[in-house]
């Protein structure tokens, strides 16, 4: 009985597509409304510390006297608060998600003192 079960799945996957991709090659297309990793618009940014106030994980740093806000990414956990609370909107959700990688991940970024002058 059990071999006439298996029979029934080879046959089945012999005609039909592979469920699975190939994932280097072939990148996911994810939903419109995926909330993936944040990026900042550091130009627009008035490092008032409110995003860094509402992580829950404490993954954002902001630095005022510096101009200087950074974000540990393996920290995250994309829960948005942080681009919800922001006052100037200068966060976003992005829809992709931060690459896997061996070490922890820490983007910084410095707004450049001379534009805003």
Same mark, same amino acid.
């Given at each position: +009985?059990? @071999? +006439?079960? !298996?029979? =029934?799945?080879?046959? /089945? %996957?012999? !005609?039909? =597509? &592979?469920?699975?991709?190939?994932? &280097?090659? /072939? *990148?996911?297309?994810?939903? #419109?409304?995926?909330?993936? /990793? @944040?990026?900042? $618009? @550091? $130009?627009s940014c008035i490092f008032c510390g409110i995003c860094s106030r509402k992580c829950p994980t404490g993954a954002i740093?902001?630095?005022?006297d510096e101009k200087l806000w950074s974000i540990e990414r393996f920290g995250c956990i994309q829960c948005g608060y942080?681009? #919800?609370?922001? &006052?100037?909107?200068?966060?976003? +959700?992005?829809? %992709?998600?931060? #690459? &896997? $990688?061996? /070490? *922890?991940? *820490? $983007?910084?970024? @410095?707004? %450049?003192? #001379?534009?805003?002058?």
């Amino acid at each position: +009985m059990n @071999i +006439m079960n !298996f029979t =029934k799945v080879v046959i /089945k %996957n012999l !005609f039909d =597509k &592979p469920v699975t991709r190939a994932y &280097p090659y /072939k *990148k996911r297309e994810y939903p #419109e409304r995926t909330r993936g /990793k @944040i990026e900042i $618009d @550091i $130009d627009s940014c008035i490092f008032c510390g409110i995003c860094s106030r509402k992580c829950p994980t404490g993954a954002i740093e902001v630095k005022r006297d510096e101009k200087l806000w950074s974000i540990e990414r393996f920290g995250c956990i994309q829960c948005g608060y942080c681009a #919800e609370s922001c &006052p100037k909107k200068c966060l976003s +959700m992005n829809q %992709n998600y931060t #690459e &896997p $990688d061996a /070490k *922890k991940l *820490k $983007d910084t970024y @410095i707004q %450049n003192i #001379e534009e805003q002058a």
